[in-house]
């Protein structure tokens, strides 16, 4: 593909204090096959040396942008403010693309109609500390809108695997929304996006994520603070996405099983009651299945 005849790609990198970890995003997107791209790179005020890394490379694709303030949502907003491509797109700090992945979502953008917003392809999960064993692939099959499926679970998501419409992505905000409990959610973001476009997809793994990093805290007071997220975090999408559940009701259901465990957790009983009943009234069959549920988690 000749660049003069290639829209721009813009992508989206986070960063803070990943020294020892961004070679490997950077890496990747400098082995693309598709060139015209630009590497815009949001860093949170790292007090490590992840300026001198990335500025080591000399990349004239890359715009390394420092920030007073950090957070998903300040940094994601500050690179989107500068982006120029006809497409956007994302990559963590510490994953990385295949060879091909800009290359090939290009080409299929470019053959859609102007109501695909949103293409998106698949991932695959690595253990951190066994980088060459796949332990798992997100494969989602959503063409079409999606906007009421994507507001039921976290099924077109993952945030790298998005190229979104520049003009799509500013209508929504240009970030994410760290107002919900969970921050930089990519489930949010792309539920948002779906509302107002259709998506397409490419039935292929084109990003290695990578997990097990070791930075869980397990603890009484992590995990109860964890609750209380979780407890904004699907209390918005019930309200945010209110017509969804209007239309669908029982898309409602793992938000519902959600907020009964997050109660639970913080032995509120009554709201862990509360949220039980709204989860059994979308189908009364779950009752006795569930009975030694509702036992043990809200004490009933």
């Given at each position: ?23 490997r995003c950077v890496e990747s997107i400098q082995k693309q096959t598709y060139r015209n791209y630009e590497h815009i790179i949001a860093d949170g005020n790292s007090s490590d040396n992840t300026e001198e890394v990335v500025k080591g ?244």
């Amino acid at each position: 593909m000749e660049k003069e005849l290639s829209p721009l790609v813009s992508i989206i990198t986070i960063t803070y204090n990943r020294a020892d970890l961004i070679h490997r995003c950077v890496e990747s997107i400098q082995k693309q096959t598709y060139r015209n791209y630009e590497h815009i790179i949001a860093d949170g005020n790292s007090s490590d040396n992840t300026e001198e890394v990335v500025k080591g490379y000399n990349d004239p694709h890359i715009k390394y942008i420092k920030l007073i303030d950090r957070g998903p949502q300040i940094q994601m907003k500050a690179a989107s403010d500068v982006a120029r491509g006809k497409y956007i797109t994302f990559l963590d700090d510490d994953d990385e693309y295949l060879p091909e992945k800009l290359e090939k979502q290009v080409n299929l953008f470019e053959t859609e109609p102007q109501k695909v917003g949103m293409v998106y392809c698949w991932m695959s999960y690595y253990d951190a500390k066994q980088p060459d064993v796949v332990i798992g692939i997100h494969q989602p099959t959503i063409r079409g809108f999606a906007g009421d499926i994507a507001a039921s679970a976290p099924i077109v998501c993952g945030t790298p695997t998005l190229m979104v419409r520049r003009e799509i992505f500013n209508e929504i905000g240009g970030c994410y929304n760290d107002s919900i409990g969970y921050v930089g959610s990519d489930w949010e973001l792309a539920t948002r996006i779906c509302q107002i476009c259709d998506v397409d997809y490419l039935p292929e793994s084109l990003i290695k994520v990578y997990v097990n990093h070791g930075h869980a805290r397990l603890s009484t007071d992590f995990y109860d603070e964890k609750a209380k997220k979780g407890i904004l975090f699907h209390k918005h999408f019930l309200t945010e996405f209110a017509s969804v559940f209007d239309r669908h009701p029982e898309y409602a259901k793992d938000h519902y099983y959600q907020l009964i465990r997050c109660y639970a957790r913080l032995r509120n009983r009554k709201e862990a009651y509360y949220w039980y009943k709204k989860y059994t009234e979308l189908n009364p069959g779950l009752r006795s299945k569930l009975s030694s549920l509702k036992v043990i988690i809200i004490g009933h």
